[in-house]
């Protein structure tokens, strides 16, 4: 069943320099995940956090720390980011040979099991990993970066996957992220998504727009 739209801001688009008080600021502004995108310079063209900023950030707020892996391999790093506080790890089925190991190994860990799927993966590529599953993020953009347009195409795929997830009847997230903006909005929310990643569209305009940029995605 499709929950009511929850909003996880992507820290890739905050200030650096100041982490700790963007988490604070977003959170206070009604964030309900925080979206923290790992990226390794080897899955993906660039190079982000580590479960060391990880671990820094968990102090500055309670909310679900949602963790983006864009790195390959994944097992290797799973304890690090469940020791730093993550509640949620996601990693990419286009990574590694054994995704469903993976993902056994994230529950293993105590954390919350999530699997994302890049704009040209199929959605069946995931049929055998449901019942292993916390939450499954659409990419609605090529990872990598904030800042991009959303694909369309991809509105088919969370249309299909809402409706396995539904005949299920599992208890998984429907996470959509790439290119979210108050129109974009709309179209994943009608189209099965739950939880809203947005990165650019939550920043702009600093501190003081925080709160209603998050109001305008919750729609
Ligand atoms: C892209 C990341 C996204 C990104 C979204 O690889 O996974 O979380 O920060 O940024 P926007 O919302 O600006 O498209
Ligand atoms: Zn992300």
Redesign the pocket.
């Known amino acids: 069943m499709q929950k009511p739209t929850r909003i996880a801001p992507?820290?890739?688009?905050a200030d650096f320099a100041k982490l700790g008080e963007e988490v604070r600021a977003v959170d206070a502004a009604g964030a309900d995940y925080i979206?923290i995108?790992v990226?390794d310079g080897h899955f993906?063209p660039?190079i982000t956090i580590g479960p060391d900023v990880v671990k820094a950030l968990r102090p500055h707020s309670e909310k679900v720390f949602d963790v983006?892996l864009?790195i390959d391999p994944v097992d290797p790093y799973i304890d690090a980011f469940a020791a730093a506080g993550a509640d949620i790890i996601t990693a990419h089925v286009e990574a590694g040979k054994h995704t469903h190991r993976t993902l056994q190994a994230i529950r293993a860990a105590g954390v919350k099991a999530g699997i994302s799927l890049n704009p040209a993966t199929l959605e069946n590529s995931i049929d055998y990993l449901y019942e292993e599953l916390d939450l499954i993020l659409v990419?609605?953009?090529?990872?990598?970066?904030?800042?991009?347009s959303?694909i369309t195409s991809q509105l088919r795929k969370l249309e299909a996957i809402r409706k396995r997830i539904d005949l299920l009847g599992l208890d998984i997230d429907l996470q959509v992220?790439?290119?979210?903006?108050p129109a974009t909005a709309r179209q994943v929310v009608e189209a099965g998504a739950d939880v809203l990643?947005?990165?650019?569209?939550?920043f702009k305009g600093g501190p003081d727009a925080y709160a209603d940029n998050i109001k305008r995605l919750r729609g």
């Open positions: 992507s820290i890739l688009s979206h995108d990226m993906v660039n983006h864009m990419m609605s953009v090529n990872p990598g970066f904030g800042g991009q959303f992220d790439g290119g979210v903006n990643v947005a990165g650019s569209a939550t």
